[in-house]
Every structure is written in structure tokens, then in C-alpha cells.
DNA sequence: ATCATTGCAAAAGCTTTGCATAAGA
DNA sequence: TCTTATGCAAAGCTTTTGCAATGAT
């Protein structure tokens, strides 16, 4: 999927660094410190994670610059205030989340039986998103639609 | 909200009946056994509960018949199972529920400052579902639209 | 008469928090 | 230098689970 030379001395690559540097903006603007732990934090996500849980980004960041869960979870709620991260499923009893920045956001088909969740796009969203917001004066950082069910291989489950 | 005069003798009543039994024909055609808890828990979703948790749902059965808090747990999967709820956002670290069964699934708006969820609906959003599960063989139970940022009152807090 | 379900209490996790230390600004 | 952030370990919570007793079929 990645190319065998990546350029590992430049960590910040490409518009990575615009959106890196969108989150800086952020913590700046609010009064938080731009430390070394939010930026490998958010690095890792932009670059890696399009989806993920607290332990695969804990795990993930173990060998280049180990952060303690304590942090990480101290960095999700600035991550999806900036519009960086959404949360999109609790499953198995944790969350997930989901990058959004720079990326249109995946919608969900939840199967009751086998818990697969398969992802689609659904253009029209926006439209919606767009309407409602307009309509309430609401100011919108994301969006997610999910429809839960079964799957075509789980269909005869359900009775 | 409610009139007066409710009939509490007659515990089932109108086409709450009807729903109750949706969920009893699950539960036999799936080889559960159809127990006064469960029932208890249903009739009580049905009757008093389009929005709640786990604990709002045991105080309220707390009066007339008081069920643990295992048994709800364990009632819940079988409950959106057959299509009688959805989970609909985890705050405050637990799980809320809605009621899906003979109602239009309310959308969310979410406020990432006050925390606030507005309900919004989008017709739209049925047309999206039938699509997408016709698309992919998917037999659908309920679906869920959720946008978040910031509310008309809290938009200075995003600069 | 079986065997699933309930209730209780204990266990299991994930997430949060207190406090001393480190490090942005 | 002044504060905020980090890490560690303990605490907090919701949710899950084991087991004996109960109850549905």
C-alpha cells in the first residue's frame, strides 16, 4: 500500500502538515500547549488511522514515541473538538473512532448477527447535513449515518 | 401529556398489544423463552421510554415489578435484535437508548461545547436507506443520522 | 422434569483522576 | 518562571459473568 521509501526523516509530509498544522491553530487558539505528545498523537492519526480504538493508536505509537493511554485519552476530546476525529461506534465495549479531517466521512451498515460493519457513501448526506444546519444555526464539524440490520449472508437469522 | 383516566389496570392496551407481540413472536421464533421480565421491560419501553439508560429504565420498573440490572442488560441485544430499539449515543460514559418500533427514528444534532442533542427530521433519509440496502442486500432494522459541532448559542466557542 | 432465565455479587474492562515530575510559553 | 501536560497507578463506572435458585414450556 505505501511505497518502500517514505521519507521517515521528514515525519510531516505532503498536506499532512496543513492538517497538522490546523490542530496546532486549534490548541493554540483555545489556550492549549502544542506538546510533543499531541502532535505524535495527531501525526499518527492523519497518516495511519482512518479508523481506529485507543489501544491500536497506543499500541501503534509504542515504538516511535511511547504515550501513556492517560494522554491519549486526555487528546480525543481536543482531536474531535478541532474537527480532527469523530467517534463513530462503541463496540466490544470501547470506542471507535474515525479521521475526518480532509476526508469525507464513511457511512455504516451494522449487521446484528455476524457485527460486521461494512461502510458505504451516500453523496445526499451532505445535503442534509447542509439543510439542517442552515435551518437550526448550527455550526457542523461532522456527521455520520449508520443503519443497522443484517447482511445478505445473515439474512436467514432473522426470522 | 397523558389523560387522566389510563387504564392502568388494563396493562397492555391499544397497539402497544401489537408491538408487545412482535417482540414475543421473536423471541419464540429465536427459542427464548418469553418471561414477565421481559415483558415487563418491553411494555415498559413501549408505554414510557422513546429516549432513555439503563438506570432511568430499572428506577422506573423499580415501582411496579423490580428487575435487576443484569436481567436489562441481558434484555437489551434482544430488544434491538427484534427491532424494538436502537442504541443512539453513548454519553456521560453509558449507553442511550431508543425506541425504533412504529416510530420515525429521530435524528441528532450534537453540541460539542454545551453537549446539548437536538432532534432534527429528515424524510431524505429513508430514501438514502431503502438505496444503500437494496444496493447491498442488506435487510434493515433501524438507521441513525447524527451531526455534530456547535449550536447556535455556542459558535464562539469554536474560533 | 428440563433447561433457560433471574438475581446477586464479584469480575472485567475501559476511561478518568490525583499527584509528583517534566516541559511549553 | 509560571502553568499546563504527562505518566503512573489507583479509583470510578458501566457492563458482563458465574452460580445457585427460580420459573417457563
Redesign the pocket.
Known sequence: MSSAKKNVDKPVAGDLGEELEAFRKYL?NHG???????EAIAESILRNHEHF???ELFMSLRSKK??????I???IPLMIQSGLLAEVYLED???HYEKVYGRELHSHLRCLNCRRVLEFSAPELAQVEKRICRQEGFKSVGNKFEIWGYCSNCQDEKK
Chains 1, 2 share one sequence.
Open positions: 493554540k492549549f500547549r502544542v506538546t510533543r505528545e499531541r480504538d485507543v489501544d511511547p504515550i501513556s493511554k492517560a494522554s485519552y486526555r487528546a465495549g470501547h470506542m
